[in-house]
């Protein structure tokens, strides 16, 4: 077994598409599925269900990627230290993230910490959100822009609020239900829906079980995939309604995003080790603190 075995499969997996993940890793889709093939082959086992018309991870399949990615990131981890001891690189501010709820932002946090601390090397980690609770708690992370989880305070880790964000329903704009300005939550009660695995997001989950309680009625949860834009490729396939945050923007105008009401939304923190004795996140933790100040609370 080679480490671009699991390189591919953890592409497939997260695409859930063979075509989508070849274009990500540039390589021809005949390759790539015969990387994969090779790799259930040496493994012993089906690691993808290619039956339905959704491709989707079997037992095995979620216990490799998930073991997979702690693999190749403990990996690139390793290497990145070597690369900066080889180079006599002093100073360096890991910093894990969650995508979508902090792309308004975290830009220009970087530039003005980059500009105030131009010899400090900034490493970003795009991770879910449990994984940036796990890794700041291990010390493998600086500072950490995620949600709230189940675990955070047997954690222990201080944390602090930089903003909320408002649950939408997303849809084929054929749809429908898509031609209001917004939606009910309770709308949804007949329709199949698609949600984050809750593995992989707790908070949004549970919050989103939550609303569809308050509106009378236990969602109908069709698929729940472990990366967020997987939700809208179930949606294009029209395999059920999406519920996302709103900074989750549809790639094209085949989904619309409508938002949901009641309005539910979804916290985004700064969390840090309380313990650590971190320059270089410390730096970082008063630009965000200036940051909130300068909103004069219009975030929180």
Request: net charge negative; with cysteine; proline share 6%.
């Given at each position: ?12 997996a ?5 075509s989508?993940?070849?274009?990500r ?5 005949p ?100 994984r ?26 201080p ?37 984050l695995a ?81 320059p ?21």
């Amino acid at each position: 077994m080679e480490l671009r075995h699991l390189r591919y499969f953890r592409a497939v997996a997260e695409e859930l598409s063979f075509s989508k993940a070849a274009l990500r890793l540039r390589i021809a889709q005949p390759a790539l599925s015969r990387a994969v093939q090779d790799l259930e082959a040496e493994v012993g086992a089906q690691l993808l269900d290619r039956s339905r018309r959704a491709m989707r991870l079997t037992p095995g399949g979620e216990v490799l990627l998930r073991e997979t990615g702690l693999l190749l990131e403990r990996l690139e981890e390793t290497l990145r230290r070597v690369r900066r001891a080889a180079a006599g690189e002093t100073g360096e501010l890991r910093l894990g993230y969650i995508g979508p709820p902090t792309r308004s932002f975290l830009g220009g946090l970087l530039r003005e910490y980059h500009r105030r601390h131009p010899e400090v090397a900034i490493v970003l980690e795009e991770r879910t959100p449990e994984r940036v609770w796990e890794m700041v708690s291990k010390g493998r992370l600086s500072v950490g822009l995620t949600r709230p989880v189940l675990a955070h305070e047997a954690l222990g880790l201080p944390s602090l609020l930089l903003c909320r964000e408002r649950l939408c329903a997303a849809m084929p704009a054929a749809h429908r239900l898509a031609g209001g300005a917004d939606l009910s939550w309770s709308d949804l009660a007949d329709e199949p829906i698609v949600i984050l695995a809750r593995r992989e997001g707790a908070g949004s989950h549970d919050a989103i079980v939550a609303a569809c309680a308050a509106a009378g009625f236990a969602p109908r949860i069709a698929h729940t995939p472990s990366v967020i834009g997987t939700i809208l490729r179930y949606v294009e396939a029209g395999a059920g309604i999406g519920i996302v945050p709103e900074s989750v923007v549809p790639e094209n105008d085949e989904v619309v995003l409508l938002p949901l009401v009641p309005t539910a939304t979804l916290p985004v923190v700064m969390v840090w080790s309380r313990d650590e004795d971190d320059p270089a996140a410390e730096g970082f933790r008063r630009i965000v603190e200036e940051w909130l100040e300068g909103k004069d609370g219009a975030l929180v």
